[in-house]
């Protein structure tokens, strides 16, 4: 439960629930709900009830602070049907904090030393608020502050700890994510589907030391498909063999259209690609104006293999920088002669290159989405591809710069 | 409420409520509650039941598309207690979608033409998935796709219109936000503190027909800080009255600190700039890699005024292709004679550069951070400045891009 009414107006997004539960997930503890609620008493009390009433635990996020605003200790008392007191220790802390940095301290700092009578403490590191551990028949509320340093300092080391050594469980979930590019989440869905059919099947029970992984796929729009493979086992090894084996399985059946692993995005692929084959780059960009330049230096490293290039925008750049033959610019042609011009003029083992109508308007009677890329791989003539691609003028330019470095990715593999 | 067993287990941070949750205030309509669940029929149903029962109306996000797990739909038809039945319509588009970009559609896909009975579909304009209006009684469920391209269109063009016309709400709520880029937050609150004294004032109350502005501050890092004017008042022109008069009150205070309202970027306010003074641009880029580049072209009417540039990410490229003098490229001089070089080049009015060190590493014994920016305007031989900038790589092109394009626009006005 993150707790703030300017979570709920839009004004702070909030992370630190899809934080908290990463590290749920990896210490093994299902996590079905995530709620977030306004600076309102009586809302935050009937959530927290709710939330109890659905789970064994529940993890209050904000609302700790020094302000009239910050009511999630009032609220916890309230459901504990407990009194709030002032806790001396807490105090002092907060005091003595105050007196470090050399700043009076107003009174309204102490409304974080009440504690619910029955709940324990979680000491505060990092900032003023400390944290609580609060019991509620057999289930437990925990609160921590809103502020993410804070947050993350006590979840590591007082909330999962005591999560775990309440619930006895010892399994860890893992995942990983193979990214691909070039089909509809349908087409991948029916390319994973004899895996998924077999996992699915009732039969035979998945347990801990022989866990059964689960696959999920995520469009994500400009970043290709994204199928997930999680495993839920006793312990990491367990869970990392079951996700190496279920990978291995996905691979054959998606074959290169697998472009990457986790947060290795395409960019990193060309790039692992080039220095393998000992080749550099460079790029000739209309339609994508520097896109594609800009996401390939995003690369560590990306000067081993990165030249540069040319945005010829401007057609009279294309002619006179690029050599281009004068004549129409939106043209399997001109996209040829795009990609070697780049090549000659930097140097480079390949030249790659962009032209098309990002629209809104066509242009030489093509329509928009329209685009044709250039690939010139070593010593060869180059080719190129047309393609239509769907969207505004961003999403055009997007799709196109992921769709070249995919083309030129693949011309690699196949060399 | 949000959808997707990834959002549980934070493999995506949920910045679809946010956004939704912004445009929800906007309209002066107000959302106590945002859930997330993830891909599980039985708690899917739990969950939309509980916020029917707590709310008039719910926005679901996530889970209409086409695969196995996408099971939204289903949920939603169990709470109506309604069959889904095929919408031939959707079904059309969907495929007729598939066949303009030349792919075979596979089967699973017409999953997303299924609709509940009594339900009305938000034809879909950007993805495959429609929306979907579902009647509950006197209250009504809005089902959106996930993906927050699609998710936006759905909600400004369908979801808040109908649930404006639903609540019979009078007063509207606007706002409207000057972006700053040079300052530091502090500093643009100093400036505007006059302002901030004068509409605290307790002594005149406020009404619809007399509104009085709020005015509070963003800091949205890259895109430098943004002060929103916010009026709630009778009718659309007395709210825009109220902010139009004290956006001027602001203006005087920032001066030329403010480069834009709403979405008008950087970009923008440089191509105005060019436009109005009937000049063209050009860009070499070391350190920022095509990044200036592809930001201008995201101006439609770019073609205008930009001509395009060179992205000399390697050293021989800046002497060979932009006439830079051999010697070190991490300097003022470099920056200088690559803006000269590649205004010669391209036969552009102005030339700009951009030259330093994104990091992790120094290089030529600058720390990382460094940037050197070079302006060669009309007539005149180039100047240059160096920078500081913080962060990672990806930062360090950021912010250089846009102090880069600031430099520009504050020159052009100074002319």
Do not use: C
């Given at each position: 439960m993150a707790v703030g009414t300017e979570l709920l107006l839009g004004q702070i997004v909030d992370s630190n629930s899809a934080w908290m539960g990463q590290r749920l997930a990896q210490a093994g503890i299902?996590?079905?709900?995530?709620?977030?609620?306004?600076?309102?008493?009586?809302?935050?009390?009937?959530?927290?009830?709710?939330?109890?009433?659905?789970?064994?635990?529940?993890l209050v996020c904000g609302g700790l602070g020094p302000t009239q605003d910050d009511i999630t200790r009032e609220a916890i008392a309230e459901v504990m049907g407990a009194k709030l007191v002032p806790d001396e220790a807490v105090?002092?802390?907060?005091?003595?904090?105050?007196?470090?940095?050399?700043?009076?301290?107003?009174?309204?700092?102490?409304?974080?030393?009440?504690v619910p009578e029955g709940a324990r403490v979680i000491p505060q590191t990092r900032g003023t608020a400390p944290g609580l551990i609060c019991p509620v028949g057999d289930k437990v509320i925990y609160a921590m502050p809103g502020v993410p340093y804070e947050m993350m300092d006590m979840m590591d080391r007082a909330v999962v700890p005591d999560l775990q050594s309440r619930s006895g469980e010892k399994a860890v979930i893992r995942s990983r994510t193979l990214r691909t590019w070039g089909l509809a989440e349908s087409a991948v869905a029916e390319l994973v589907a004899p895996r998924l059919e077999l996992l699915d099947r009732p039969d035979e029970k998945a347990t801990l030391s022989a866990p059964r992984p689960t696959i999920a796929f995520l469009a994500s729009g400009i970043e290709g498909i994204k199928v997930r493979v999680t495993a839920k086992a006793a312990d990491e090894e367990t869970a990392d063999a079951a996700i190496a084996a279920e990978e291995a399985e996905l691979r054959r059946l998606l074959g290169d259209r697998v472009f990457g692993v986790d947060?290795?995005?395409?960019?990193?692929a060309v790039g692992a690609a080039l220095i393998e084959r000992d080749l550099t780059l460079a790029v000739a960009e209309s339609l994508t104006g520097g896109l594609v330049a800009s996401r390939l230096v995003n690369v560590p490293g990306a000067g081993?293999?990165?030249k540069g290039?040319?945005?010829?925008y401007d057609s009279e750049v294309k002619f006179n920088v690029l050599g281009v033959t004068r004549g129409?610019?939106?043209?399997l042609d001109c996209a040829k002669e795009m990609a070697e011009g780049v090549r000659r003029l930097t140097g480079s083992d390949i030249g790659i290159s962009t032209t098309g109508v990002a629209g809104p308007d066509p242009q030489e009677e093509v329509a928009p989405g329209t685009a044709f890329i250039g690939l010139a791989l070593p010593g060869q003539p180059a080719d190129a591809l047309e393609l239509h691609l769907p969207g505004d003028r961003d999403r055009v330019r997007q799709f196109c710069t992921i769709s070249l470095m995919d083309a030129l990715r693949r011309r690699l593999l196949e060399a």
């Open positions: 299902d996590s079905h709900y995530q709620t977030k609620v306004g600076d309102n008493l009586a809302r935050i009390v009937s959530a927290l009830r709710l939330a109890l009433d659905r789970s064994d635990a529940v105090a002092g802390r907060i005091r003595s904090m105050f007196a470090q940095r050399g700043r009076t301290m107003s009174e309204n700092n102490l409304r974080q030393a009440e947060d290795e995005s395409m960019e990193h081993n293999w990165f290039g040319v945005v010829a129409p610019v939106v043209t």
